[in-house]
Structure formats: C-alpha cells, structure tokens
C-alpha cells in the first residue's frame, strides 16, 4: 500500500476518534479530546507498528493482532487513555505493556522521555527497532514483568497501563509523583473498568472508572529485568 493511502486511512482514523468521543462526554466532562492528542495520533504511523500481514486493518478502530496472543489496542482506546492521562511536554512517562510501540510512539510526541515495559522478550526488541525507525530517541524499553514498574527511574509525572491486574499494583502507585496521574484497566476478565487514580500534593489517591473495557491481563510479582537493544 502506497503512504498516501496511510495517510488517508490516519485521516479518517482520527475523523472516527472524534465521532466516537461523543459516546464518553458524560465520562470524560468534555466533548472532545485534546488536540494534542489528536495530533499525535494524525502523525504516528500505526501500519510501522503491527505485523506487515494486517498492515491493512492498522487504521480501523479496532484492536490487532501483534503476536503472542496479544493485540496493539483500538484507536479510539489509545485516544481516549492518552487523553485522560493529560501528558504535558516535560513529562515523564511509565508505560506497562510495549507491545510493538505504537502507544509509547504516541506518548513520545506528547512528553519529554517514555520508559516502557513489556514482559515479551521478542515483542519488546522488535518495538525497540520499529521505535528507532521511526526516529524516536526519546524512549527506553525494558523487558521485564510491569507489576513492579520500574523504579529506577521513578518517580514519574504519568503512568499508563495497557494490560488489566485484578487491582492496581501498589508500586505502580508508589512510583507516581505527587500531582501525578495513572491510567490502567482495572478488574477480572469480564469485569474490567478503565481507571484514572490521582495522587494529590499529599500522597493521597483518588479514582474514577470511565468505561468497561477488556484487555490482557497483568500478571504480578517480580521478576528479572533487562534494557532490550
């Protein structure tokens, strides 16, 4: 498929996000997403991020496969996570769940730096070189288990989770800074509930559910970890 006709599929993706944001005005308190973020999700080339075999259905708002029974999340979803997640530019951001790297490409146009963990050895080194062809250097992925988020680099102004633990993982909390903001699907397989949890100037946590969602689910506990290259 030829540029022009991504680009034109991008066009519409983003026409689609804005229809649909429609349907969570009551959730959100707006009705419509920031530009920013619409931005973002104009210029990032999605078909760079899914396997060349379902390049075709990268700008249909819906979830794709990306190997190992796991999916790069719709459009609308990634919208609407990064819009409630109010990234501002001199940011720092944790990502759990890499995937291939579209979500951390889109934050690497809003905020300064993305470190992103993905517990697949080979999803994680496949996204570090789809990342680097893309041109961006603001990055890091780790391989590891997200539970534990990663706390040598904390605390982080955002946190962004794109697989669902029964609960929130208290580290992921922990390494949030004051004034920060966590973005995560919460709950069991067929019950789960997109979250945003606040952490206030002293330290206390609030949240709110937005919308049923299902995603992967995150499994806990520690494990080993290592910077993929």
């Known amino acids: ?17 804005r229809a649909g944001t429609g349907h969570v ?10 530009q920013r973020v619409l931005q973002a999700m104009a210029k990032v080339a999605r078909h760079e991020f899914v396997p060349v075999e379902f390049q075709q259905y990268a700008y249909a708002n819906m979830p794709v496969p990306i190997g190992f029974d796991k999916t790069i999340s719709q459009p609308f979803i990634v919208a609407l996570m990064t819009d409630l997640l109010q990234v501002k530019p001199d940011d720092k951001v944790l990502e ?8 951390a490409a889109v934050l690497a146009e809003l905020a300064a730096g993305v470190y992103s963990i993905e517990i697949i050895d080979e999803l994680a080194k496949q996204a570090v ?5 893309q041109g961006y250097d603001n990055v890091e992925v780790r391989v590891g288990n ?3 988020g990663w706390p040598e680099y904390a605390p982080f102004d955002k946190v962004i989770a794109t697989a669902a633990p029964d609960l929130i993982p208290p580290p992921l909390l922990n390494q949030l800074k004051a004034g920060g903001k966590l973005v ?9 509930q997109l979250v945003v949890a606040e952490k206030d100037q002293n ?4 949240t709110r559910e937005i919308i049923p969602v299902r995603f992967s689910l995150l499994e806990g506990g520690d494990q080993s970890a290592f910077v993929a290259s």
């Open 184 to 192: 995560i699907p919460v709950g069991l397989p067929d019950a789960q």
């Open 25 to 34: 005005v009551a959730q959100i308190g707006k009705s419509a997403l920031d």
């Open 129 to 133: 070189q789809r990342l680097k062809r």
């Open 1 to 17: 498929m030829s540029m022009d006709h991504f680009d034109e599929q991008r066009r519409q993706m983003v026409a689609t996000i």
């Open 96 to 103: 759990i769940g890499t995937g291939l790297g579209y979500q």
């Open 146 to 148: 997200g539970y534990s």
């Open 203 to 206: 330290g206390r946590i609030t």
